[in-house]
C-alpha cells in the first residue's frame, strides 16, 4: 500500500558517518511502524533498527547499538537511519520496511515476516 523509497546511501571511510533516509508515499505514514534492515553480498537480509508510530520507541540490533540511530519525520512522512563509527561488516543494501496499520503506538518489530511493504535499497560501502 505504501511506496518506498531509500536514499543517502554511498562510499564512506571506516569511522565516518553517513546518513539514510526513507520517503514513503502516502500521508497514513505515521501508522506504520518502520524498520531498517541491510543485507550483504552472500548474506541473508537481517534486522538493523525499528521505530514506533509516533518515534517513542526504538529497538536496533546488537550489532549497530550505539552506532546508529533511527528516527523519523512523520510530517515529512520519512523515516532515517543516522550511521555513526562505521566499518567495512556495516557494507551491504540497507532496505526500508513498513509494517501498516498496528494497534498500539508502541509497537516496534525486527522479524522480516511483520513488514508488508519494502523499499528496493540503497547500497552502503564502507572502505578501511
Known amino acids: 500500500q505504501v511506496q518506498l523509497v531509500e536514499s543517502g546511501g554511498g562510499l564512506v571511510q571506516a569511522g565516518g558517518s553517513l546518513g539514510l533516509s526513507c520517503a514513503a508515499s502516502?500521508?497514513?505514514?505515521?501508522?506504520?511502524?518502520m524498520g531498517w534492515f541491510r543485507q550483504a553480498p552472500g548474506k541473508e537480509r537481517v534486522f538493523v533498527a525499528t521505530?514506533?508510530?509516533?518515534?517513542?520507541?526504538?529497538y536496533y540490533a546488537d550489532s549497530v547499538k550505539g552506532r546508529f540511530s533511527i528516527s523519523r519525520d512523520n510530517a515529512k512522512n520519512t523515516v532515517y537511519l543516522q550511521m555513526n563509527s562505521l566499518n567495512p561488516e556495516d557494507t551491504a543494501v540497507y532496505y526500508c520496511?513498513?509494517?501498516?496499520?498496528?494497534?498500539?503506538?508502541?509497537?516496534?518489530?525486527?522479524?522480516?515476516?511483520?513488514?508488508?511493504?519494502w523499499g528496493l535499497g540503497t547500497q552502503v560501502t564502507v572502505s578501511s
Open positions: 520496511a513498513a509494517a501498516g496499520y498496528v494497534a498500539s503506538d508502541s509497537v516496534i518489530y525486527w522479524h522480516r515476516e511483520r513488514y508488508n511493504n
Open positions: 502516502r500521508h497514513t505514514f505515521s501508522n506504520y511502524v
Open positions: 521505530i514506533s508510530r509516533s518515534g517513542g520507541n526504538t
